[in-house]
Structure formats: structure tokens, C-alpha cells
């Protein structure tokens, strides 16, 4: 079991927004029907090996705009100390405070004990062992889609967006697809484990568009989900019923096919 290069040849699917015929979406399929799945507590190594029953949460995470920061703070407020290790820390002097300033004085989570501040260790509690802004969604019968910080539900999902000009037109082109670890810039590669690309993290009951629903319907809009399900669902279907499996059209995500063997 390893981690796998992500510079491999991918398979790409690009359709226009339903909701806006200026935008088109630039979809990975290859990683879309990989069979990744979180397995955070369950043989997750952690991007810091110092802290390695932390998963991902070691560094805090940076708010895209003040409409996130906004949310999570108002989640924040609902934990109460049974729920939240750092309950009295982010209360502390009567004042609320989450959040700190990171590199380029970017705001972010705050870190306590070098690590997100919504973080519980194992021996606060075990039914709320790791996010506390996740179990508040378990425990509210939402999603945490509506608790966490954008960085935190979208990965390993990663959106981005580029420029196209055809003739006299522009397009804006949405990019859905794998949060590799050079996504991360000079920082991904001082991250002592990486869950994307690596095969004991491809071992899900289902594929990622599916398993992850929700989160791709919040990156682009239920209308676009749609249209990139059934590109999906044919890509399984014909690939299950392949008789020649090494054929370059269909190209299995290699840490997908690692975690088979």
C-alpha cells in the first residue's frame, strides 16, 4: 500500500452550467469514480506524523471569505463543553474567539496546542473524539456541509477556476476535481502522509460522486450534479461490462486500483 503519483493520465468531461451558459464545468472523472472515502480513525496516518490520530486537522483551516468564517462562527456558538474540548479557551475573558491571522495574514482557525482549535483529542471524549463542528452536525441531523469550513467539507474535492476566450466569447471554466498534495503549493510536500492518492484510502462501499453528493451539489448546483452523475453513471456501467480492461479510453484512478490488489 502507497501513495501514488498523481501526475497520470486522467479522463475529463466538460459540459456548460445549466444555470448559467456562460460557465462550463471541467469535471475529473477519473477521480470522481475512484473509490476514495475518508478513513479518518479508521488507519488514517495524519499529515503531521507528531499527531497522527489528527488526520487533517493539525494546522487549522483558512477561511475562503467572510461568508465562511461567518457560518463557523455560528456554529461554533451552538457547541456547548460536553461537545467541545477548547470550550472555555474560545470563551476565555468573555470574548468568542476562533479565529487567528496565518501566513500572508490570512484569517484562519485558530490552533491550541498546535492544532484546529475545533479539534477533540481521543482522551476528552470518545463519542466526541476528532471535529467538534462535525459531531454538532451529527448531532443536529444536518451536514457538516453547514458547520465546517469550506476547506474542511470540499476536501479531498478541490474547485478552481480558469479563463477561456473562443472567438469573440469568455468563458469562465469551473474545475472539479482531486485535491492532490501539489494543490497545496511548497507546503504539500511537507505533509508526512496524504490520503487522495493513496490506496488504503480507496477502499469505499461507494464512488466519490456518489459517496459525496452533497458536497459536489454545494460546489456547483444540483442541476450541474445531475448532468455529471449520468457521465458517471455510464462511465461505471460500460466499465463494469468491459471485456478488454486495459483500455487507455477507460483509466482507473492507479490508487483505485492499487487498493483491489
Not at 61 to 78: C, G, H, L, M, N
Not at 231 to 241: G, I, K, Q, T, Y
Request: with cysteine; aromatic share 12%; hydrophobic share 35%.
Amino acid at each position: 500500500m502507497s501513495e501514488i503519483e498523481t501526475t497520470f493520465a486522467r479522463e475529463w468531461v466538460e459540459f456548460p452550467n445549466p444555470d448559467n451558459a456562460s460557465e462550463i464545468y471541467k469535471c475529473d472523472l477519473t477521480w470522481l469514480t475512484s473509490y476514495w472515502n475518508c478513513i479518518f480513525g479508521n488507519g488514517c496516518k495524519g499529515i503531521d506524523k507528531e499527531f497522527s490520530d489528527h488526520g487533517c486537522c493539525s494546522d487549522g483551516a483558512y477561511y475562503y471569505s467572510k461568508v465562511d468564517e461567518a457560518r463557523v462562527t455560528t456554529a461554533a456558538k451552538k457547541l456547548t463543553p460536553e461537545m467541545w474540548q477548547n470550550h472555555s479557551v474560545a470563551h476565555k475573558g468573555g470574548k468568542f474567539t476562533i479565529t487567528e491571522l496565518g501566513l500572508d495574514n490570512d484569517r484562519k482557525t485558530k490552533k491550541v496546542n498546535k492544532t484546529c482549535i475545533f479539534f477533540n483529542e481521543a482522551d476528552f471524549s470518545k463519542e466526541y473524539f476528532g471535529c467538534a463542528l462535525h459531531h454538532l452536525a451529527v448531532k443536529e441531523g444536518t451536514h457538516f456541509i453547514d458547520t465546517k469550513p469550506d476547506i474542511c467539507w470540499q476536501l479531498p474535492l478541490r474547485r478552481s477556476w480558469e479563463k477561456r476566450e473562443v472567438g469573440d466569447s469568455n468563458y469562465e471554466i469551473i474545475v472539479i476535481g482531486e485535491y492532490t498534495r501539489e494543490a497545496w503549493g511548497e507546503g504539500g510536500a511537507d505533509l508526512d502522509w496524504y490520503c487522495s492518492s493513496n490506496t488504503e484510502a480507496h477502499n469505499g462501499a461507494q464512488p466519490v460522486y456518489i459517496s459525496n453528493k452533497t458536497e459536489l451539489i454545494a460546489m456547483m448546483n444540483k442541476n450541474a450534479y445531475e448532468v455529471l452523475a449520468k457521465f458517471c453513471d455510464a462511465r461505471m456501467e460500460v466499465m463494469r461490462n468491459r471485456k478488454t480492461k486495459n483500455l487507455p479510453l477507460y483509466v482507473i484512478h492507479p490508487a483505485t486500483a492499487g487498493a483491489k490488489k
